[in-house]
């Protein structure tokens, strides 16, 4: 019987553990490979990872946490890689281009941001998200404090026609791999 993290009663769902194992054992292979072997995991497939649920399942919030700091080690040792492969100022070069792309996507009215869906569509709640873009905008121009967890964890309510929630995703992505490469 696994005990890797603490599971639900057997009446509440939880992700499945099957699905967790299978993962963590394909993340300790991708960490223990050799630099520019082919990996099947990466911070990126971490922080995408889901799961299915099932009933007496591991505990979402532990794995989530655990996620985290897993996305965290391997985009550490991925900046330290790409740093020795390119070296430092094409590293955050390429940062800084992110950056700028973010900034200027944040740069628009709000209300405007992103493409909004149809008004017959839930998408993120517009209000909710432009907050959420101001204080990212105050983080890159100003030096705001906020942390990788804040975004995230930033969530937003549905609203019939709001932003189209895959564009307000891929940005929070973006805004993550730069707050991970400056590290």
């Not at 940062?95 to 869906?117: C, K, N, S, Y």
């Amino acid at each position: 019987m696994s005990t890797t993290f603490p599971r639900t009663r057997n009446s509440r769902r939880g992700y499945s553990i099957d699905q967790v194992e299978d993962f963590l054992e394909d993340a300790r292979q991708a960490y223990a490979a050799q630099p520019g072997a082919p990996v099947a995991v990466d911070a990126a497939t971490i922080r995408h990872m889901a799961f299915a649920m099932q009933k007496g399942g591991y505990s979402a919030v532990h794995v989530d946490a655990a996620l985290e700091r897993l996305e965290d080690a391997f985009a550490t040792r991925e900046r330290e890689r790409a740093i020795q492969e390119r070296g430092d100022e094409a590293w955050y070069s390429e940062a800084r281009t992110i950056a700028q792309e973010v900034l200027a996507r944040l740069g628009r009215p709000a209300g405007h941001r992103f493409d909004r869906v149809s008004v017959l569509s839930k998408g993120y709640n517009h209000k909710d998200v432009d907050a959420v873009a101001t204080r990212l905008t105050r983080y890159f121009k100003d030096g705001s404090p906020l942390s990788i967890d804040d975004v995230r964890t930033a969530a937003f309510r549905p609203q019939a026609g709001g932003y189209r929630e895959a564009q307000v995703d891929l940005l929070l992505d973006a805004v993550v791999n730069v707050m991970l490469a400056v590290r």
